[in-house]
């Protein structure tokens, strides 16, 4: 057995560095994030410098001759290995120089990075590829290595595995991780940059037909595009029967000039009006104070507050409805807000009868989402605002723009089988399906307004289903369908040519070989049955880190409108009502509420106990999902583990449950990865290390399964 370059050594401040170039401005980010959300994405070049330093050999002196002359010692080595992982110039200079300038608030007149592209923006070279070749021939015996990701969510892992040629095998148990892989890791490789003329094509022409359906909904006065609608969530004032408008503040924007929203009303008005205010003049009123603050609301009409089980009562008995206070239009003089006029509130009324009328066709064909929200730790908030099924998170204009798409899209299916050809159009539909679901995302009643931005925010800008007050409302069929399309266009060709240089050598070669050496399946890695025993000679992952993130619940959003849109090209991923809870790997004590009534032995209460439980059963199926790799690893393969947690404890389990497995852990390296401005990362104070733990099988066995180990729970 050859020891391993990452067992003695990795660049980590060059990778951590380039890592956080990667992630650093949001516009910028890799393509695979704007395809479609997914949550705790793995830099791509973390993941690629993992996998290369994970079977690549430590230099040594007795490399035949040819590699002898290349690497005379072990400094040229790494500097080539630096090289391969598409480092160029120092990226640690360069960041330096980057957050001083930011700390300074200067703005640099000089690439700070020297002119050098982001790592994995670099593709290797079929020369690097060859000397890759050899040196893994001399390690492994062999040139054509599989490497396994079990937990590939996203994708960044297997994505940048197969860059590098390796067969690569992805799981994943949550079945719209499945198709994010497929639309990840196969199509762009499988049919190259061209395939986005036909997205873009059959994106526009589903856009053409439903706009043309939906235009009287979304009425354009002349010399104005509205871009977007902002809607405040309303209970009835339980004095007076009128409506109120719930928002905690009035900012409409503090970008450039400021605007925001003045609220009228008088005694004598039936409902409440709404001024612009811009300006200087926003501090006439002061817009920060709203109607509603922790959940109490105070009622314009009277001025009495209303408790927050009232408010939350009227949301359970279905009556919180919504209004809309502005728009957010342009103009030929640029950027406007304006108050709702009656042509707007008249379209909302047609478009409120228009979803009546259609939706008993919708339910009957199957097309509208109505699957309860099961009650977990995320969700219990939306039961709480009375969203008790996935339908109840789009206001009706919301839901009839969205099942309008949804239906054209079905509408046009045939044509599309019958012009691209099976292969081809499941990819396309697939691609229209993630457009759809960007749609969905940017249209809930969760996508909240930035006022500081001046922009709307998606359904997920904090990893949970925080409840809004207020929302906004983009304009489908004028110009957000498209700007969807555009996104996923954009993204897919994006991949395409990221993804082009190895793969489609193979594809070009012989499709029936390239089909083989990618495997995607929606399964748990505690059972990873397609694979035989000591198949694999690496093993890169990063598995879900405690209650970090409840990809299941959050994916339900998802998952029941992709089961619509592309359940039929995906029947294996798509079997169960919602995804599957019991079996993933995360610590969420909304699964054990009902079986913890009592104190739990510490003295702790149910929720204690709940919580306890939890933990345990994320300990015992990583456990379990650790013995499934050590049965697939070949003896002398290894196992590179991404971990990322600010809680000791979670080291701990982590390494008893890798030890345990029949690992012994070999070298552990901290990698700088997370950026500094994830609200997600800056919120939970997690932290921005990723460790990097580096496993090889023990010769012994893994202990036998105990008890209670494993699985369900
Ligand atoms: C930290 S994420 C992986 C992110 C991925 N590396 C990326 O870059 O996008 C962990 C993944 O584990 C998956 N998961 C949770 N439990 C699982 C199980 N029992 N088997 C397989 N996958 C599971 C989740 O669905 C999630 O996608």
Redesign the pocket.
Known sequence: MKPLLIESWLPIEAIGAESQRERGASSALPPLYFLHV?????PLTA?RAAILASVLPQWNADFPAHLREKFPNEATYHQWVEFLIGIRGDPVKGRKLVTWAKDKGIKLDFHPYGGAPRAFTVNPSTEDLQTMGDLLEWTWGKRDLSVL?????????PFESLRYGFITYA????PV?AVILKATLDYPARFGPALSDEIRKWGRRINEIASDRLSRFFPMPQGERIRRYLWARTVVCPSTGKLIPLSPNWWLSKEGVPFSVHLIVEPEMENVHFEIIRGEEVSRYDPNVGTISRGIARSPWTGETISGDYIKAEAQAGRMAQIIYALSIQTSHGYDFRAPTAIDLEAVHLADLALAESLPRWEANGLLPNESVPVGLKTSELHRYGMSRWVDLFSPRQLLTLLTYYEVFAEIKDDLRRELGEEKSSAVETYIAFILSKCANYNSRLSIWHPLRATMANTFDRHDFGFAWSHGEMTLPNDGFLWAVDQITDAYKGLSKLSNSVQRSFWSANPETARKRLEIHQ????NLSYLGDNTIEHIC?????YDN?Q??ELSDFFYVWLKRSVGHLYPEFFRDELTNKD????ANPARFKDLTPGPSPKGRGGAGKAKELAEKDYEN?MTA?FREMYRVLRPDGSLTVMFTHKRVEAWDTLASALIGAGFAIKASWPVHTESEHSLHQAKKNAARSTILLVCRKRTSPPSPLLEGEGGGG
């Open positions: 997914w949550w705790a994405r793995r993941s990701d079990s937990f590939a969510g996203g994708g960044s892992i799981s994943d148990l949550n991780a399964v748990s890695a505690s992952l990063d598995p879900p880190y993130v990809y299941a079996d993933e790997a995360v199926k999902a």
